[in-house]
């Protein structure tokens, strides 16, 4: 019974983890966009 409630968990962290990540990267692509915009404006 522990077994399964370890591996639970580790599943909702890697989720957690994959879904944080992929906002983190996004972000920085869009941030990234949003320099070359300014730079062009400029």
């Given at each position: 019974?522990?077994?399964?409630?370890?591996?639970?968990?580790?599943?909702?962290?890697?989720?957690?983890?994959?879904?944080?990540?992929?906002f983190i990267?996004?972000?920085?692509?869009?941030?990234?966009?949003?320099?070359?915009?300014?730079?062009?404006?400029?």
């Open positions: 019974m522990s077994r399964k409630i370890y591996i639970i968990i580790a599943m909702v962290f890697m989720v957690v983890l994959s879904v944080s990540t992929f990267i996004r972000n920085h692509i869009d941030s990234a966009k949003q320099n070359e915009v300014y730079d062009n404006l400029a």
